[in-house]
C-alpha cells in the first residue's frame, strides 16, 4: 500500500486541494507560500504525528464570505487515499492492516484515513445563533477565537464516511517521520545515551547473528543469549575494581550520608550492579575519522554534514523498527519519511549525495514512500521529472497542482517523446522556470542575453517581477508548453510568453521544392513561382485566446528576426555597432546617409548584397521603410548572435546609467515590448517605450 492522494480542506493556505503521489520519491516544489510545508503537516495529522500543538484558530483556512461562515463553523478535513501497490499480493500485511479501511471491500483497492477539527455538533446551533447577525468575516473570526476555539474536538477515522472506524489499532503500525526545515542537531545527539542512537545501536549490535538466515529462531535466541551473558561476565571483574577503588571514599561519603539523615530508619546508600550492553552504549561517542588518521567529535563538524548522519540514524532507526524478526507483533507495517526543504545547510554535490541516498533506501524496501519539499534547482534538475509535484498559488486558498507524471502520458508516443527531451534539457539553471511566477521561453542566446535589458528600457525589472527568460536552443516550445497548458489538468499554472523569430521563407513550386529563408521585402513579390509561408502561424493563431500561454513574433510585413527588428526600429542608434560587427565601417557609413540610393552605394559588391538591393528596389515600400530594411538586412547578415548580443547588452546597460541628457535613444523591438505587456494586460506603445 502506498499514498495515493491527499485531499485537504480548510487547513491554513488550502481551502480545497487534492494532491497526488506515486510511490517512490515525491518532490514537492513552487514558490514561496504555495502550502508545501502545510501538504507535509496535513499528513502528519492524518497519520498522528503532529508538533504536539493543539490545533487552534490559525490553523483553519481564513474564510472570508460571511454567509459560508454563518451556514456551518469552519471545519478542518483532511483525507489520505492509500492504494494496493502494483502487484502486491491480497493477503500482504499492509493489506491486512487496511482491510477493515476499505472503501470498496469487494474491490480491495483502496483505503481512506481521515482527520477533522471541527466544533463539537452540541455548541453548532449556538454557533450559527452568534454569528447570525454579523456583518464582517473579521467579526465572525472573533467570535470563533473567542467563544469557540476551546470546543473544537479532532478525530481520526477511516473507511468509507459511512463505516468511520478508529484508526488507532493502524497508525500505532505505521511510521510517519518528519523532518522539518528548522533543524539543528544537539551536541548530544552522537553520544550513546540520546535514546534514538541508542535503539539505532541496539538494533545493530550483533546484526550478522539476527539476521542469520541458516539458524532457527530459538538458536537465534540462544547465540544471543550467550553473548549477552559473556559480555556480563567479562565485565564483572572490571565492576569490582571499581567498587574496589571506591571503597574508602565511600566510608567518607557515607559519613554525610548519616550527618543529613539520609540513613534514616537503617537505609544505607551503597554502590552495586553489573554492566549491560545498553547501559555501555552511554559511553559512546561517534567520531568522524579522516584518512589521515585525525580523529574528532561529530559535534565538531558543520551543522549540513551533521544533519545527514542524522538522517541517516533516523532512517536506520525506521528499518529497526519495521523488522519483525527485532520487534516481532510491536514491528511497523508501513514507513513513510517526509523531509521539509531537504537541501538545507547541504551544497550542491551533498545535495546529489542524499537524494541518491533516499532513493536506494525507498528501493531497499526500508521506507515504502518519500516525500520532500524543495527551493533547490539541483534537486529538481536531479529527479525524474515524474516525481515533480509543483504548486502554484495563484489566489489566497487556491492551491494548483502540477503533476508531470499525469501531463507526459506513457501510451502517448508524442508526450513520451517530450517528456525525454525536457528531462535532458533541464539543469540547475533551466530548472529555474519552477520556481518562476512567470517565463519567457526563447529560442536563442541572444534574447536570453538581451530581454533582461530590454525590460529595463520600459521600466521594468524581470527579476523583481519574478519572470524568468528560458533559452530553448531552438523552436522546441511544444515540449514545455505541454506542462504549462492550463486547458490540462493537472498542468502548471503559470503565464508563458514564447518569443520567436516570424522568419518569412520560400521554396520554388517545384515537386522537390524546399523552403529556404527570404527578406520580408520578398514576400509574395513572385507567387508564380514561389510558395511563402511565415514561422509560427499555427502557434500565434492557436494561442490567441489562450488562458495563460501567448507566442509573439515580428511584424507580418516588415519583421524577420530579432537582429534585423533591433536595427530596424533603431536604424540611427550607433549603440548597436559594436566591436563584433563585422561590416562595421561600411554600416557606419550607411547609417549616415538618408539617401537610399547612396547607401546601396556604400553597400560593397556581393552576391547577398545584390540580391538586398534588387530585391528593395523592386518592394514598392516606401523611401524610409527602403532604409530600415537596407539596414537590418546588412546588421543582421554582420552580427555572430551569442558575441554580439553580449557586447549590446554591456552598451545598452551603460547607456541607461548616463544622465537624461546624454543617454541615447533606443527603441525595444514592438513584439518584445507587446510580449512584457501581456503580463500587465496592457499594450505597450511607442511613447511608453521610448527612453531619451
Keep these: 500500500m502506498y499514498i495515493k492522494e491527499i485531499k485537504i480542506s480548510n487547513f491554513r493556505n488550502f481551502k ?5 503521489f506515486h510511490e517512490g520519491v515525491n518532490v514537492i516544489i513552487g514558490h514561496n507560500n504555495t502550502g508545501k510545508s502545510n501538504l507535509l503537516r496535513a ?45 502486491e499480493a491480497l493477503d500482504s500485511a499492509e493489506m491486512g492492516l487496511f482491510s477493515g479501511m476499505m472503501t470498496n471491500p469487494a474491490l480491495s483497492e483502496e483505503a481512506e484515513l481521515r482527520y477533522e477539527f471541527k466544533l463539537a455538533d452540541a455548541q453548532e446551533d449556538d454557533y450559527k445563533a452568534d454569528v ?7 467579526e465572525i473570526w472573533k467570535i470563533i477565537d473567542h467563544d469557540y476555539i476551546r470546543l473544537y474536538r479532532s478525530s481520526r477515522l477511516g473507511g468509507s464516511l459511512a463505516a468511520g472506524i478508529s484508526t488507532n489499532d493502524v497508525l500505532g503500525q505505521i511510521d510517519f517521520q518528519f523532518l522539518d526545515a528548522i533543524r539543528d542537531v544537539s551536541h548530544d545527539l552522537y553520544a550513546g545515551y540520546n535514546p534514538l542512537l541508542r535503539d539505532v545501536l541496539n538494533f545493530f549490535i550483533d546484526y550478522s547473528v539476527k539476521n542469520d538466515v541458516t539458524k532457527t ?44 539523615g539520609a540513613t534514616f530508619n537503617g537505609a544505607v546508600p551503597d554502590f552495586d550492579g553489573e554492566v549491560t550492553e545498553n547501559e555501555m552504549f552511554a559511553v559512546l561517542r561517534m567520531i568522524i575519522k579522516y584518512a589521515i588518521g585525525i580523529e574528532v567529535p561529530a559535534t565538531y563538524n558543520g551543522l549540513g554534514y551533521n544533519n545527514l548522519i542524522y538522517m541517516s540514524l533516523l532512517l536506520a532507526k525506521m528499518q529497526a523498527d519495521s523488522s519483525i524478526i527485532y520487534m516481532k507483533r510491536n514491528a511497523k507495517v508501513l514507513s513513510f519519511l517526509a523531509v521539509e526543504e531537504c537541501e538545507a545547510h547541504l551544497h550542491p554535490a551533498m545535495q546529489y549525495k542524499f537524494l541518491q541516498f533516499l532513493q536506494d533506501n525507498k528501493a531497499n524496501g526500508h521506507v515504502r514512500q518519500i516525500f520532500m519539499t524543495s527551493h533547490s534547482t539541483q ?38 517523446a517530450s517528456k525525454q527531451y525536457v528531462q535532458r534539457f533541464l539543469d540547475a539553471t533551466k530548472a529555474d522556470m519552477f520556481f518562476a511566477n512567470k517565463l519567457i521561453f526563447v529560442e536563442g542566446i541572444a534574447e536570453e542575453l538581451l530581454l533582461p535589458v530590454f525590460a529595463r528600457y520600459l521600466n ?30 493537472y498542468s502548471i499554472n503559470k503565464k508563458i510568453v514564447c518569443l520567436t523569430d516570424i522568419d518569412p521563407c520560400r521554396k520554388k513550386n517545384e515537386p522537390d521544392g524546399e523552403y529556404e529563408s527570404c527578406y520580408p521585402y520578398e514576400y509574395d513579390i513572385d507567387t508564380a513561382n514561389y510558395d511563402y509561408k511565415h514561422h509560427a502561424d499555427t502557434e500565434v493563431a492557436q494561442y490567441a485566446a489562450h488562458p495563460n500561454i501567448r507566442f509573439y513574433r515580428q ?9 534585423y527588428d533591433i536595427m530596424r526600429e533603431n536604424s540611427d542608434c550607433e549603440l548597436l555597432l559594436t566591436n563584433s560587427v563585422s561590416n562595421l565601417k561600411e554600416l557606419k557609413a550607411m547609417m549616415a546617409e538618408q539617401d537610399v540610393n547612396k ?7 556581393s552576391e547577398a548584397n545584390t540580391r538586398i538591393k534588387t530585391s528593395i528596389d523592386t518592394s514598392g515600400w516606401t523611401d524610409e521603410e527602403k532604409r530600415k530594411a537596407l539596414l537590418a538586412s546588412r546588421y543582421l547578415n554582420s552580427v555572430s548572435k551569442g558575441s554580439n548580443a553580449l557586447e549590446l547588452n554591456v552598451a545598452l546597460m551603460a547607456n541607461l546609467e548616463k544622465s537624461a541628457a546624454d543617454r541615447k535613444e533606443f527603441h525595444v523591438p514592438q513584439y518584445i515590448a507587446d510580449a512584457f505587456g501581456y503580463y500587465h494586460n496592457i499594450r505597450t506603445n511607442r511613447n511608453y517605450r521610448r527612453t531619451v
Design 43 to 87: 499528513m502528519g495529522l492524518v497519520l498522528g504525528r503532529s508538533d504536539g500543538r493543539r490545533l487552534d484558530t490559525s490553523d483553519l483556512f481564513y474564510e472570508t464570505d460571511v454567509a459560508t461562515l454563518q451556514q456551518q463553523s469552519p471545519r478542518i478535513q483532511i483525507t489520505l487515499v492509500l492504494c494496493r501497490s502494483e502487484g
Design 217 to 260: 529462531e530459538d538458536k537465534i535466541k540462544e547465540q544471543l543469549k550467550a553473548l549477552r551473558d559473556d559480555f556480563v561476565q567479562q565485565s564483572r571483574p572490571l565492576m569490582q575494581t571499581l567498587q574496589d577503588r571506591l571503597q574508602e571514599g565511600k566510608n567518607v561519603f557515607l559519613k554525610y550520608a548519616l550527618d543529613t
Design 132 to 138: 447570525a447577525s454579523a456583518t464582517t468575516a473579521k
Design 555 to 563: 511584424d507580418v510585413t516588415y519583421g524577420k528576426t530579432l537582429e
Design 599 to 605: 547607401m546601396m552605394g556604400k553597400m560593397r559588391n
Design 379 to 416: 534537486i529538481v534538475s536531479a529527479v525524474k521529472l515524474e516525481d515533480l509535484i509543483c504548486l502554484t498559488s495563484p489566489v489566497l486558498g487556491q492551491i494548483n497542482v502540477g503533476y508531470p507524471r499525469i501531463i507526459y502520458r506513457e501510451d502517448n508516443a508524442d508526450d513520451v
Design 16 to 20: 480545497e486541494a487534492s494532491v497526488p
Design 460 to 489: 521594468k525589472n524581470l527579476t523583481d517581477e519574478h519572470v524568468l527568460v528560458v533559452n530553448m536552443g531552438g523552436r522546441y516550445f511544444n515540449h514545455f508548453l505541454k506542462l504549462f497548458d492550463t486547458k490540462n489538468p
